[in-house]
Structures are given as C-alpha cells and as structure tokens.
C-alpha cells in the first residue's frame, strides 16, 4: 500500500531512464512554451509601447514600467533563455551568444529597474505586495543573468541547469499570471491570464503529483491572498490613480471561490493524470530499450562464454583488415582447440563443461587484452592479434591446460596462420588457422602449429573438394569400392562392405581419408553418403538382372546423415526405385558417433530396424566409451576396430582382450567381425576364439566390383552359396 501510494504521489524512486525521459519531455514542451511565450511578451510590449504612445501616456511610463514592462520583458528574457537551454538540452551543444547576451542585457535592466524601486520605497505610498514584487523581479533577473553566464561559458548539457532555469521560468510565468490578472480583477476584467500560465506550467511540462499539487496550491492561494487582500485594503498602493476604486468588488463572492477551487482540482486532476500517462510511456520504451539493448549485445556476444561470437570477429576483422594503418606483416590468426572436451564433457556432465569453456574463454581473452577474441563453435576459439610475442603466449596458456588435473587429459592446441599482403577475407584466414590446428590434433607432443606452404597444399585440396563434393556426384568421380567380408567358418564371403573413392580428374585417386572428414567438417557428408546408397542399390539391381555374384553391403553412414538428410528414406527410396531388398543392405555407425546420446540418432535407428534393415556397431573399442554405447543402443553386429589386430604378435594382452570382446558379444546377441585380418594366424585365432567374421587385407582390399567378380571367377576368392547366382 505504502508503495502504492509513493508512486501515486510521484515520491517513487525511478530508473535513470526513466529520469531521462521525464527531462527530455519537459524539455520538448519547454520550447514549446517558451516559443509561446516569447511571442505573446513581444506582442505586449509592442502593444503596450503603441498604447504609450498613441495615448500620449508618457507621463505614466515609469509607473506602466513597475506594472508592466517589467513583467513582459523579465518574461521575455525568461521565455529566451529557457529555450537556449531546451534547445541545448535535446539538440545540440552549441551556445547561442546572441541571444544570451540580448538576456542578460534585459535582465539586467530589469534588475536596474528594480534596485531603482527598492530604493524609493516607502510603506506610505506603496503596498507591501509591491515591495515584494521588487524583490521577486529583482531576484529572477539575477539568477537569468547567471545562468545566461552559465551557457556562455560551458557549452555542455547539465541537466541541473536545464531544471533550475525550467523551474525559475515557470516560477516567473505563474508569477507574472497572478500579477496581471490580479491587477485585472480589481478593474473587473478577466483572469483568464493566471488561467493560462497554470495550465502552461502544469499541463505541457511533467510535474511529479506532490510538487504540481504544492506549485498549483500555492500559486491559487497566492491569487486568492492577492485580490483578496488587496480588496480589503482597498486603498493605498501603487494602484492609486491608476485604478477606479468604484468599480471595485468588494470581498470575494462564493461563486468566485467555487470556480477557483474547481479550476484548481481540475488542473491538478490533469497534472496526476499527465504524469501517470507520461511514467507509463517511458517505463514502456525503458522495457523495450532494455529488450532492444539485449538483443543487440547477444547479436555479437556469445550466450555461454560471454566472449564475443563471429558476428562480431567477422565484421571486427573485415574493418581492420580494410584499414590501410593495420600493419599486414604482424598480425596473426590463432585457432584454438580444446583437445579431448567431447570425453570431460560425457565425464563430467555439461555443467562442468561448460565451466570449463567459460574458463578457457576467460583465460584466452585475458592473456589476449586488447586483441580481437571469439568463441568459433563448441570448444573452438579464435584470436586475431600481434604476430610478435603470440608464441609465448599460447605456450603459457597449453602448459596450463596441459597441467590440468583431471582424469580426463585435456590439451589446448593452437593453429596460426598469417595473412598475406594482399589478403582481406577473415574467414579464410580463420579456415587456414583451424586447418594448421587440425593437422596436429593427433601429434600429441605439438601445439601450436604455423600454416605454411605444406599446409597450403593440403588446404587447397580440402578446398577443392568442399567446392567440388556436387560436381563429383553429378559426373560420377564418386565410386565405390568393395571389400569382402568372409566367414570364418569357411572363408567365403558372406558381406561386403561399400567404401568410397574419389577418381578425380586433376587429383587422381583419393582415398576417404582426404574428404571424409572434410565433408563432416563443412556439413556435406550426406551428399557422398546418399550417392553411395544410390550406387549400391543400383549395382545390385545390375547383378540381379545379370545373375552376378552380389553380397549383402554394409554401408557406412556419418552421424551428421541423420542430422543433415532424412538418410533412413533416401535409403528407403533408392532401395524401393532398384528393388533391393533389406536383407542386402546394413548399415555401419562407428562408434564415436554414438556418444553423444542424441536422441534423433536412437530414434532413426530404432525407424532402421522397423524398417528391416541391420545396424551395425563399427571401430567398436577406438573411443572411450565404447562400453556405454552398447549398453544404450541395440546392434546386430559388432565391428572389432582393427587397433585390436595391429601389434597383435607382440602384445600379449590383444588376444584375452579379443577373447573377451567376442564373449560378450555373443552374450548380447551380436555378431563379431573383426576389421584389419592381415595375415592367417590372426585369422585362426579369431576362428578359434569363435569370431564369426572377419574382413582385412588377407583375403581383399577393397576394389571395385568387376575386379572381385573377376577373382571370384578365378577361384582366389569364394563367395557364400547363398549369394551365388
Ligand atoms: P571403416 O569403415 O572402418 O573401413 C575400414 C577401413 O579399413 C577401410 O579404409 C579399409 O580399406 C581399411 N582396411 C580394411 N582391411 C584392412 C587391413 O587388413 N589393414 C589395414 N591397414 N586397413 C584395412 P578406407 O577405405 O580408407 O576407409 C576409411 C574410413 O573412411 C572407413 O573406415 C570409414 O569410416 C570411412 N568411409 C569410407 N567410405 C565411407 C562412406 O561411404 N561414407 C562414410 N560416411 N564414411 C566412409
Ligand atoms: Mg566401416
Ligand atoms: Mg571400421
């Protein structure tokens, strides 16, 4: 309640924004009223100097002087400076000289005048009203002189300025209303002047309600003591002689008081209500600046780390790029990544992950003050700054990271690259920084790596085939190899799974390791994916219609197909278009997709297998958490990855390990294939350990189909019964 009625009354504590546009309205309306008042005070004395002299009242100048011309021109000065000051206040900084001057010259006549008529003073032949009078005049010229002194010398804003001439200005509106009306009153004529100046100050300017109720209380009192007063005096003063004390009323009727008091309520009704309509608007506009503000500040901040996000580096390193002052030859792009987070991430829960992204956004921006830092995506971060002294720098902060003691190993590795004289694109020079990052992801003992001219080479070829995956598809480079998968019980084959070559026209041959990762790094691996669905449905359709040998193919597909395409119903459809059935299609998830427990990737394999086709795990055992991943999802066959074969003689441990692998894939219903048999003795011990499958250089590497038909042809290879056509 007690709030309530604070905020009611305007004793409410208000924002600073709120504040403003209080001062800023009051200031709008403040030109408006002087502009007002200027005008009407030069009609007076234009008007008042023709009565003089027309009326051949010369006689009376310095009596019309103390009623009149004093008011008018102390208004009219008033009227000047308070729009000096509102102009200043909304627009712009400069002084007006001239017209500060001209106010200093008037007030200071003003003030002359006045000191003139103190001097005179004599109780017996003036009211003390008039003394008062005197001293009121006198008083507000002084202070429009000083601030007049004020503007001219500081050319600034100040908002206590503004208010304080605001104030006197109205002070001396309200003053000048009750002077002339009263003075009017007595001879029977209208107040419609006091009328005006309250509604002036009160309706255009924002009072808060308790002080538009102490301005308007006082000033009707004021008016009321005025011809109230002066009717029972109704005598002496300086009105003598000037007024016909006939026509004077005598004692204020009811009537009179009623309207007052009306008049009075009505204009405080409207002060309440223009205040309260006004602190709506601006709290309004605050919210909607605070929105505004938000906005604009995530716009180039990034939410989690607080550090700047690419917008911002983007558009920060194109101007400095562009300046002609940025000296090209010692400035640097780095390129941070945080080695191993995807593992403390799935270890420790997102919360501490992210704490450790803040962290190491804080540190990078810290030990880079006054460079230009950036979260690029995840935990990735790049820094655009002083090729001098950035070594030592990034050295500091890996040992850092690098002696961070957790049970996780986390590494912080730096790719660097400087741009060329002729360079301007920030992107680029950010793509070439995380390139010289990426190539030594897996040194362990580097991290920071310069882009150089080997690295050019390679990054062009990443570029060229980002540029040309479309192309590739469209004109058939994408083929697809074959490698057989056999039986352990037999040796004949019983799969075969599809990899993917480039034949490339400039490049020749290339491998998977060239674009794969690539493609998964620009968001384009599905294009490959879905054209090798397409070749495997179509190749079978082929062998179908020609009773070729064919096997079932195990397609590998990247986590980002499920992501990127609908990869379930491009397989559905180019198996429904070639007439392939499920059973000649599996598919490979490699292990390290599977951990990041989204939900879509468990939901698209549960639409496989309701589907009719076969998941299998691949690379089981190269990541960390190979364990969790079968305990969440469901496979049919467990891909051993081929790291378990490698040092298979000489490591005593690889055989219990398989030993135990194939248990427990048997345990869980699974298959187990083991990747990578290159010689016969591993091979018998996966027989003799009961691997069902196996697939490595011993029997094939991985050809194109005509090539193993022809070999089957020969007898070097056999295939299963049940697929020979
Ligand atoms: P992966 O799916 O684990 O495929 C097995 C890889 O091991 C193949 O390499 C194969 O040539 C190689 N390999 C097979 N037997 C042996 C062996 O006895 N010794 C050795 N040293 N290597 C053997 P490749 O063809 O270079 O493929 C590499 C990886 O590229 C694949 O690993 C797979 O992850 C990815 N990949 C290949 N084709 C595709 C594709 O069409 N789509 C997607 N998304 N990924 C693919
Ligand atoms: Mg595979
Ligand atoms: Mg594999």
Not at 415 to 431: K, M, Q, V
């Amino acid at each position: 309640m007690g709030t309530r009625l604070k905020s009611w009354l305007g004793l409410d504590k208000q924002s600073d924004y709120v504040r403003e546009y209080f001062y800023k309205t009051n200031m709008r309306a403040s030109i408006y009223m002087s502009v007002v008042v200027i005008v009407l005070e030069l009609w007076m004395i234009i008007r008042m100097t023709r009565t003089i002299i027309e009326g051949n009242l010369q006689a009376q100048f310095w009596h019309l002087t103390e009623k009149y011309y004093s008011n008018y021109f102390l208004l009219l000065s008033s009227g000047i400076l308070m729009l000096l000051f509102a102009v200043r206040a909304l627009y712009d900084h400069r002084k007006c000289r001239f017209a500060a001057i001209a106010v200093i010259i008037m007030s200071a006549a003003v003030c002359l005048f006045e000191v003139k008529m103190l001097k005179e003073y004599s109780p017996q032949t003036k009211t003390f009203s008039d003394l008062q009078n005197y001293i009121i005049l006198m008083l507000a010229a002084v202070s429009m002189i000083v601030f007049s002194v004020l503007l001219l010398t500081n050319g600034e804003d100040k908002k206590w300025e503004s208010l304080s001439v605001m104030y006197i200005f109205s002070f001396e509106c309200i003053n000048f209303g009750i002077i002339i009306s009263a003075n009017s009153f007595y001879t029977g004529g209208q107040i419609l002047t006091f009328l005006t100046m309250e509604l002036f100050v009160i309706c255009l300017l924002v009072w808060r309600p308790y002080m538009g109720f102490l301005v308007l209380t006082a000033s009707y009192l004021l008016f009321y003591y005025k011809i109230n007063g002066m009717i029972d005096l109704n005598t002496v003063g300086s009105f003598k002689g000037v007024i016909d004390f006939s026509t004077v009323k005598t004692g204020l009727g009811d009537g009179i008081k009623i309207n007052g008091f009306t008049m009075w309520l009505s204009t405080l009704m409207f002060c309440i209500s223009n205040y309260n309509k006004t602190k709506s608007q601006a709290i309004k506009d605050e919210d909607l600046e605070q929105v505004n503000s938000y906005l604009s500040k995530i716009s180039v901040e990034d939410e989690l780390t607080g550090i700047h996000n690419m917008v911002y580096f983007r558009s920060e390193a194109d101007k400095l790029m562009g300046y002609v002052t940025t000296d090209r030859k010692n400035i640097v792009f780095l390129f941070f990544d945080i080695i191993n987070f995807k593992y403390y991430n799935e270890k420790y829960g997102f919360h501490e992950g992210n704490s450790l992204l803040k962290s190491v956004a804080g540190m990078i921006d810290e030990r880079f003050k006054g460079s230009l830092v950036s979260r690029f995506s995840d935990d990735h971060f790049v820094v655009l700054t002083k090729y001098e002294g950035s070594a030592e720098i990034i050295a500091d902060m890996c040992e850092k990271i690098h002696n961070f003691e957790r049970e996780v190993h986390l590494e912080l590795k730096c790719g660097a690259y400087r741009p060329a004289d002729n360079e301007s694109d920030p992107s680029l020079a950010c793509d070439r920084a995380r390139f010289a990052c990426n190539s030594i992801k897996k040194h362990y003992e580097l991290n920071y790596r310069l882009y150089d001219k080997a690295l050019e080479e390679k990054f062009r070829l990443k570029q060229y085939i980002v540029n040309n995956i479309d192309n590739a598809v469209e004109n058939g480079y994408i083929r697809v190899f074959y490698q057989p998968i056999v039986s352990t019980k037999d040796k004949t084959i019983v799969g075969l799974e599809a990899l993917a070559r480039w034949q490339d026209p400039i490049y020749g041959l290339l491998p998977p390791g060239a674009f794969i990762e690539v493609l998964e790094e620009y968001r384009q691996i599905h294009k490959l994916d879905c054209c090798i669905i397409r070749e495997v449905c179509r190749e079978y359709r082929r062998a179908a219609d020609n009773h070729l040998p064919f096997a079932p193919v195990s397609i590998n597909f990247s986590r980002l197909d499920f992501e990127l395409c609908d990869i379930v119903s491009e397989l559905k459809g180019y198996a429904s278009e070639y007439g392939t059935p499920q059973d000649y299609i599996d598919v490979e998830i490699t292990e390290s997709a599977l951990t990041d427990q989204q939900d879509y990737l468990k939901n698209a394999m549960r639409v496989l297998e309701q589907s009719g086709y076969k998941v299998w795990l691949d690379d089981f055992g190269s990541g960390y958490s190979s364990l969790n991943v079968l305990k969440d999802y469901h496979f049919d066959v467990l891909k051993i990855d081929m790291k378990f074969l490698s040092d298979f003689s000489n490591n005593d441990k690889s055989k219990p390990i398989l030993n135990n692998i194939v248990d427990l894939t048997r345990q869980l219903d699974m298959l187990s294939l083991t990747e990578g048999v290159e010689d016969t003795e591993q091979f018998e011990f996966l027989r003799s350990i009961g691997c069902e499958r196996a697939q490595g250089y011993l029997f094939s590497k991985p050809v194109p189909i005509d090539e193993l038909r022809e070999r089957i042809y020969k007898g070097e290879l056999r295939i299963n019964e049940a697929y020979m056509k």
